[in-house]
Every structure is written in C-alpha cells, then in structure tokens.
C-alpha cells in the first residue's frame, strides 16, 4: 500500500488538476490531465435503482420492443444480450470495426475480419444494422436522416471530448422519455494506467441538461460502471 501511495503521489505531482468543465483553448498535454468531475445533484438521483451488473440494471428498465442503438459495439456481445432480451424494434450498432479480440486467450476476429465477424453474427436479424465509420459522422448522419431512438448505449472514444460529443449527439437522437447508458464510468483505466473521461463529460452534461435524471447505476465487474440517464418527459 505505501507502494501504491508513493506511486499516486508521484503521478498526481507530474500531473494539472482543473475543476468544472475542459478549457479547449489549453495547449495541455490530455493524456496527463485530471479534469475533476462536476457532482450530479441529490435531486438527480431520486428513484434511481442500483445494480451490480448492467444486464440487471437493463433488465430493470422498460426496454421491451423499442429502438436501440449502440456506440461502440466491438463484437457485439452487449448488442447480443439486449436482442435476446428486449427484442428491439430495430438495433444500430456503430463501429470502427477495425480491431482485434481475444477471449480467454482465443481470437474471435482481427481488424481485417472483424466487420464481417459481426456482419455474419447478426445476418439473420434484418432489423438489425450496422454502422462503420467515427461515431461523430454517424450519428450526425443519423440525425440529418431524421432517425429516433429509445435507448441509446455509448462505449466508443474515453476522453472527455470524444465522451462530450457522443453523449451530445446521442441526446438529439433521443425518443422523449428515452434513455441513454454510459459504459464504463471511472475515471481510470487501471489495467492500463488510462486516464478517462466519461464521469466528468457525463456529469458535465447532467450539468447541463435539467432534464435529464438518473435512473440506474450498475457496479459492473471490477468497478468500471455503468450509469443510466433518462429523459424527463415534457409533460412529466
């Protein structure tokens, strides 16, 4: 443990702390920065309901039938499980499709094959459709098409700007009392000594949008959470 603390001390002495939302006019090296989050207001987290994985914080939302669309898909195992479950009336999932990945050692997919690994996953399911490009281009695309959705998951780019701009883009796609999940809410990939964004881009836009709450919150395995914020209704 005297380890570990000595090993902060000396990162957060090489590092620029700032407060409240990012000043983009700063020439900072990003990767070295904390942006210490804004708090999310008691009133915000009234009725919201607590999970340890976020299967069961799903399961807890009424999902049954809607329109999904995931940022972020990789494999799409999560996209997988929502199907199973929630028969979507009709699924996005947007991608890069452009990786790698390994499970228990074992490779699914490379970034040569990892489009068409996907592709012939869901081939199948004609509502179903997959998305490749950044995911800025395509939900402006989405938007300009006139597209809506009820729920809307983001697990694409980590920093504070890709964060800032996915969840932004994501609430104009929004059906009214919809909801949108934010994967992985911590601000440090341990695993791989990675500063991150989400909680403070995702607190940022709570901050900014009254009429968003949160709704469910779930652990998940190893504290990389999952945080869910709805809609308010407009007649609500």
């Known amino acids: 443990m005297g380890l570990f603390i000595r090993r902060v001390r000396q990162k957060l002495n090489n590092m620029t702390i700032q ?3 990012l000043n983009r006019s700063e020439a900072l090296d990003r990767s070295t920065r904390i942006i210490i989050p804004k708090p999310v207001e008691e009133s915000r987290l009234a009725g919201a309901s607590l999970h340890w994985t976020r299967e069961n914080a799903c399961l807890s939302l009424d999902l049954k039938g809607k329109a999904f669309l995931e940022i972020g898909t990789l494999a799409g195992d999560f996209a997988q499980f929502l199907i199973e479950n929630f028969q979507p009336s009709r699924m996005t999932l947007v991608d890069f499709f452009d990786a790698a990945d390994y499970v228990f050692g074992e490779q699914r997919f490379t970034p040569e094959n990892h489009f068409q690994y996907v592709k012939r996953r869901f081939e199948s399911l004609p509502n179903v459709k997959l998305e490749r490009g950044e995911s800025s281009e395509v939900l402006n695309s989405l938007i300009s098409s006139g597209q809506r959705f009820d729920f809307i998951y983001i697990d694409a780019g980590h920093t504070f700007e890709d964060v800032s701009r996915d969840i932004e883009l994501a609430s104009r796609l929004l059906n009214p ?3 949108i999940g ?3 809410y911590i601000m440090t990939d341990y695993y791989y000594d990675t500063t991150y964004g989400v909680v403070q881009a995702t607190n940022s836009f709570l901050d900014q949008n009254p009429t968003f709450r949160v709704c469910a919150f779930a652990f998940n395995n190893n504290l ?10 407009k007649n609500n």
């Open 182 to 184: 934010m994967n992985d």
């Open 224 to 233: 990389f959470a999952d945080i869910y914020l709805q809609e308010i209704e």
């Open 19 to 21: 407060t409240g939302n």
């Open 177 to 179: 009392g919809g909801i």
